[in-house]
């Protein structure tokens, strides 16, 4: 048993027409043992930004902390919220300070950056736990049910997908995968991003 | 061996540890309070390495009260949580970690709600409507998933956790003989029979 | 006398005082006002600006972030402001400070520092650099107005000698005495915000060096409670506000030739 599969859990994160959507189960586990139904591991970096950190349970409170504190720290000084790409490259960094003993976290990263001409450009990207970042155009994956996230993703994602249509897909793509997860599932949480607003949804699924 | 429990009710939450000091095939004690009184409104139950768990409870317990007495203010039972939860997270990459695991359940006076915290040794937190640490838990959870009700009285809720104890005393192989049982509500703690 | 005792903070002088200390809090009577007053509902901040000219480049400060030309107001943490009065580097420094330092108690209890406990920081910083060290001490004193839940709005101010003190309204840097006793006249316990925006301004009208209000010598911020969330909110007024903020309250300053024409 690896210590990324000790608490379980999964994240996936995809591009939509001007919008992104990022969606977690929502079980906290101890190997076997089902502990809590409402974990969460998808937390606002800001208004546009989302971070889904799937992997061991106190490195995802620790984390999350740490990203906190930097990016507070940047807004107050920039006197600016942090744009997508460089909160990706914030998580980076972090994750390489710590080469020789890392957090045991994949972060998914989802975000809308802003366009010179004052649109929104979607964007996703992962790291794996040491930060090596992967800036995908279509979706991303992380967890213990990232194999049949990829399989799901792979079939049933095609570009340009509005927000409701982005949100179907990503729902059944999480919804599904996890189900074939011993330790992902126990409900589920889907954010769709847009330009405007946020829309979260809770999404109940097979208890088991 | 070392089981606690604890459930949330209407306007409390009950903690109960078993009371068994052991050291292999033996029982030195069987009073031992595994429950520390962190503050007027706030428990916590503690289970793991014996010397760990006294050292790493009393060094809360008298960090709780150095905060309170320096800044005359108490902390809320989701900021000690907060704080337990980054003092185990710290040790667990440290040369030795403490290995304890903690349910830490508190009274908010603020906002008017019972609060329970799950915290394991790696410094895993979760909030959660009950929950359970040690072998005792398999037998519990299941049973507190069916009968547990968030708006319980103190009598319906002592009565849902003296099924999970009935259960484990029947099923677990070297069950504890007792367990201590306190509540923490509006008017603060005290110790119950049950 | 004092010259044998003044140039080393870690010394008393005879009589027992701390002669650098004092040296600080005089480089401080020197710098820009800045008022702070207290009300039941929130708490308003106001600057007298004393970096100011025509090629000053403010753009940042039009468009962008918190408005202030951050000179003289700071947003700290969510719940916190701080005004400071002294030497601008070393209010810089200080400020860097206690946002790490607020954003380490965010860390710890996952909630936000408590305004009294931030004060107590800074000042533990500014007390070891009158003990310790044999650096100097800080030429800076701040005011700090914050909200937290267990004692709601708050005014503090800190001196170079790590000292603070909570107020209902108070005043530091240049004319404060003048703009302290005004205050003492004025201040009502249970005024409200937009009560106390009038006072703050009033007062800064009557001890600012300038003869006229404006935006381009102000810096002004208000922390309020958001009705709906509960939760503290900060605004530092841009100079479009400030101007618009002034001309409300029959402060602006008027055009001298149109006066004449009526005339």
Partial sequence: ?208 | METSFAITGKGYVLVAADTTAARSIVKMKTDEDKIKILSPHLLMAYSGEPGDTIQFSEYVERNIRLYQIRNTLTLGPSAAASWIRRSLADSIRSRRPYAVNLLVGGYDTSSHTPELYWIDYLGTLTKIPFGAHGYGSYFALSLLDRYHDPEASLEEGIATLKRCLDEVAKRLVVSPGKYLVKVVDKDGVREIEI | MARRYDSRTTIFSPEGRLYQIEYAMEAISHAGTVLGVLAKDGVVLAAEKKVTGKLLDLSSTKEGGYGGSGEKIYLLNDNVIGGVAGLTADANSLVNYARTAAQRHLLTYNEDIPVELLAQRLCNLKQGYTQFGGLRPFGVSLLYAGYDPHYQFQLYHSDPSGNYSGWKATCIGANNGTAQSLLKQEYKDDIEVKDAIGLVLRTMSKTMDSTTLGSEKLEFAVLTLDETTKRPKAKIYKPSEIDALLASEGLMKKDEDTEMKAA
Avoid at chain 1, 128 to 133: A, E, M, V
Avoid at chain 1, 145 to 170: Q, R
Avoid at chain 1, 195 to 205: E, H, M, N, S
Wanted: with cysteine; proline share 4%.
């Fill in chain 1, 1 to 208: 048993m690896s210590i990324m599969e000790l608490n379980g859990g999964s994240v996936i994160a995809m591009v939509g027409k001007d919008c992104v959507a990022i969606a977690s189960d929502l079980r906290l586990g101890n190997q076997a043992l089902g502990l809590s139904s409402n974990f969460q591991r998808i937390f606002p970096v800001t208004d546009r930004i989302y971070v889904g950190l799937p992997g061991l349970g106190t490195d995802v409170h620790t984390l999350w902390e740490k990203f906190r504190f930097r990016v507070n720290m940047y807004t107050i000084k920039e006197e600016r919220e942090i744009e997508p790409e460089t909160f990706a490259h914030l998580v980076s960094s972090t994750l390489y300070e710590h080469r020789f003993g890392p957090y045991f976290i994949e972060p998914v990263i989802a975000g809308l950056a802003k366009t010179p001409s004052g649109g929104v450009k979607p964007f996703i990207a992962a790291t794996d736990l040491i930060g090596c970042l992967n800036f995908a155009k279509d979706f991303v994956v992380a967890g213990t049910a990232s194999s049949k996230l990829f399989g799901m993703a792979e079939g049933l994602w095609e570009p340009d997908l509005e927000p409701e249509d982005l949100f179907e897909t990503i729902s059944q793509a999480l919804m599904n995968a996890v189900d074939r997860d011993a330790y992902s599932g126990w409900g589920c949480v889907v954010h769709v991003i847009t330009k405007d607003k946020i829309v979260t949804r809770t999404l109940k699924g097979r208890m088991d």
